[in-house]
Nanobody
Framework: VQLVESGGGLVQPGGSLRLSCVAS????????IGWFRQAPGKERDGVAC????????YYSDSVKGQFTISRDNAKNVVYLTMNTVSPEDTAVYYC???????????????????WGQGSQVNVSS
């Protein structure tokens, strides 16, 4: 599996940004794909994911109502639209597949999870 991300960069507080992730080499039609982020000095945390089957979505509490995840199955592309960003959203964003939802209802990953190269998002004026 190969995941190639694009769309990161510098954005002002209150602005918007869209990340893209092109997936190739997927061997299953049933999976969760989405985004994690890692801020300096912090652990990698799940942000949002989406089902390849029915489009069901999951968001972490920290981005619910602010970020939107979407997909284009025909193109094998997953998008993360980030609205009303703040400096707290500054992080490296990673596309990942497959993703799991833990019993604590948090996003998790497996040993077999594949990762994108990471996209730096800086929110600053």
């Amino acid at each position: 599996v190969q995941l190639v991300e694009s769309g990161g960069g510098l954005v002002q507080p209150g602005g918007s940004l869209r990340l893209s992730c092109v997936a190739s080499g997927l061997t299953s039609d049933d999976y969760l794909i989405g985004w994690f982020r890692q801020a300096p000095g912090k652990e990698r945390d799940g942000v949002a994911c989406i089902s390849s089957v029915n489009g069901d979505t999951y968001y972490s509490d920290s981005v619910k109502g602010q970020f939107t995840i979407s997909r284009d199955n025909a193109k094998n592309v997953v998008y993360l639209t980030m609205n009303t960003v703040s400096p707290e959203d500054t992080a490296v964003y990673y596309c990942a597949v497959p993703i799991v939802i833990t019993t604590e209802l948090r996003m998790g990953f497996l040993d077999i999870t594949s990762w994108g190269q990471g996209s730096q998002v800086n929110v600053s004026s």
